[in-house]
């Protein structure tokens, strides 16, 4: 699909690209799971990716990090050619994705999940510090912080998944379905982390199924259709419009 | 009573060998979820690697304290090169396929190393079992009573290098950052990659690894059997495997008990009962582990096919 067939509402702020995703394509196996997605994220901008299941969400952010190889388009992150890059290359270069299923280790303490998220990090001290940081953004981790991973609850591996990516000090933030499976408080308590964590300067590029949070926390959005962007624009925008209302927020 | 005591420690000397052979399935299949069924073989060659090299040192050289470090030294990474290897070219391709090919690629091997071993041509050693050249002198450590007990030198140094390379072992996966990376790689090696681990890397130096244990093992074991042969990977292998099921296969902890115990159910099946009972109640008790305990005595049961 060409560039004119996304259909584009509301206006986009000035911004500096930081991730340019330029169709990509992915096959599993004899399935087509994106058919040539283009997005762009800015620098300090939060944007949202919805659509619904199988879309090819969780598609985009693994080409993105580089679990997954693109069969064709081109990424671009912080103005470096990545497409080919693998996943443990792009981690120094700034991306952090917290997966879909929140991937964290239930075989290592909470402690020893956060200090592989600084694996690459040789800053010792710093790292103390922004280990301090993220405490104090869950202090429900610190508490726990040398219990076994597996034993927490499903809010708790959220907050550890999110913590443990933010511990690579990233630019770029890759969240899929942060509020899956998670009571309304406990989602709003990360949502809010979310925006102050983007606040700081952090991009962020998040997948959700929940369509008005994410709208409603997202500068930008696209929204994803069995594997193509059909439509962007302003978080607002997207949010006010009938086809999303009808289609994503069950109106 | 005596006699006893000098069943456990024969047991337990047996007990640690295994131990190190089981460790190298274990680490493997905890990082790759692979049965590597060539990992005896890998130890059979480690240990020609060490008869050669025994025999270049020549009869002097090869008795002194520095001798044996160099014998060890050479198989130890002659056999962490030959694992590398191993791995970058027979298993690093098959990464993503089914794991079923990497199970029978790996039985492959296992057979091309203990048959290829068996031919007479170039450097290979021929079918027939060769004596082991005596790095370690044999003689009497400690005599208890009017030779109720002996322990022999060997025994003591087999124990110490044995129990020494596991306190490193377990050190290196729960005290290091290399550790936590095996430990994230063997839950999730996708996941793993997120955090910045290179995961091949970690792969890699876990075959190497699992493979100079081998080898020291291989050479404690040929110490012992003052023998080395082709075939020697097969069996060594086999009961290793076997004590690594027993303890919980992917276990690190579990694959020394898992171990420990076989030594000792063999060593006392040979001195009350009869040797060639040995093997029949060393399966036996396999068998008897895995109805009790399906994972094994520390492991999980997973729902999962090979
Ligand atoms: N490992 C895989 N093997 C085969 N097909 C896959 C695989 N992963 C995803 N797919 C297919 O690719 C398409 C896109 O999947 P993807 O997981 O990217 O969707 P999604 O938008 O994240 O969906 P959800 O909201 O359910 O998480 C789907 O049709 C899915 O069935
Ligand atoms: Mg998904």
Redesign the pocket.
Same mark, same amino acid.
């Given at each position: 699909m060409s560039e004119a067939q996304v259909k584009t509402l509301g206006e986009r702020r000035a911004f500096e690209p930081l991730l340019t995703v330029d169709g990509i394509k992915v096959h599993?196996?004899a399935?087509q &799971?994106l058919r040539g997605v283009s997005l762009t994220v800015g620098k300090g901008e939060m944007v949202a990716l919805i659509? &619904?299941? +199988? &879309? +090819?969400?969780?598609?985009?952010l693994r080409a993105v990090s580089g679990m997954l190889k693109a069969s064709a388009g081109r990424i671009t992150f912080s103005g470096q050619d990545t497409t080919a890059l693998k996943a443990h290359q792009l981690v120094p270069r700034g991306m952090a994705h917290a997966p879909?299923g929140r991937g964290i280790f239930p075989n290592l303490s909470v402690l020893e999940n956060l200090e592989l998220g600084a694996y690459l990090r040789k800053d010792t001290a710093q790292v103390r510090a922004d280990l301090e940081k993220n405490f104090g953004l869950f202090p429900v981790l610190k508490e726990r912080r040398s219990q076994m991973a597996g034993t927490l609850s499903g809010g708790e591996q959220q907050m550890l998944a999110i913590a443990r990516a933010l511990l690579s000090r990233p630019q770029l933030l890759l969240l899929d379905?942060p509020s899956l499976g998670l009571a309304p408080q406990v989602t709003e308590t990360i949502f809010r982390t979310l925006r102050e964590v983007n606040a700081t300067g952090v991009s962020v590029l998040l997948?959700e199924?929940n369509a008005h949070l994410a709208l409603n926390a997202a500068h930008y959005g696209y929204v994803?259709e069995t +594997?193509e962007v059909v439509m962007a624009g302003a978080g607002k925008a997207l949010l006010e419009s009938a086809e999303v209302r009808r289609a994503y927020l069950g109106e | 009573m005596a006699q006893l005591l000098q069943h456990l420690i024969n047991g337990l000397a047996s007990g640690t060998i295994y131990a190190l052979v089981a460790l190298g399935y274990t680490m493997v299949y905890g990082v790759l979820k692979l049965i590597n069924f060539a990992h005896g073989d890998v130890m059979m060659v480690g240990v020609y690697m060490g008869y050669a090299t025994a025999f270049a040192l020549g009869r002097e050289a090869r008795a002194s304290l520095l001798g044996v470090a160099v014998v060890f030294a050479v198989a130890m990474l002659g056999c962490a090169l030959f694992g590398f290897l191993i791995e970058r070219f027979a298993y690093r391709p098959l990464r993503e396929k089914p794991r079923l090919t990497a199970l029978i690629t790996a039985i492959g091997i296992s057979f091309a190393l203990s048959y290829g071993f068996q031919l007479d041509i170039g450097f290979l050693p021929g079918a027939s079992p060769r004596a082991f050249p005596e790095i370690i002198t044999p003689t009497e450590w400690l005599i208890i009573g009017d030779r109720d007990v002996v322990v022999w030198n060997w025994q003591v140094i087999s124990l110490l290098i044995a129990v020494g390379l596991m306190v490193g072992l377990q050190y290196l996966v729960f005290g290091t950052r290399f550790g936590r990376a095996m430990r994230a790689v063997s839950w999730d090696h996708r996941v793993a990659a997120l955090m910045g681990i290179p995961t091949d890397r970690v792969i890699a130096l876990t075959f190497m690894l699992s493979s100079a244990l081998a080898a020291g093992a291989g050479l404690l074991y040929a110490i012992k059997d003052t023998s080395v042969s082709p075939l020697m990977g097969l069996y060594v292998g086999l009961k290793a495997f076997v004590a690594a099921v027993i303890g919980g296969i992917g276990h690190v902890p579990g694959a020394v008990v898992g171990a420990l115990v076989l030594g000792l159910v063999e060593e006392f099946v040979v001195g009350y009962a009869a040797s060639t009972w040995r093997d029949a109640v060393a399966f036996g008790f396999l068998i008897l582990v895995l109805l009790v305990k399906p994972g094994g005595l520390f492991g999980r049961v997973a729902a999962e096919k090979v």
């Open positions: 599993y196996g399935i &799971a659509g &619904a299941n +199988g &879309a +090819g969400k969780t598609s985009t879909e379905e997948v199924q994803l +594997g | -």
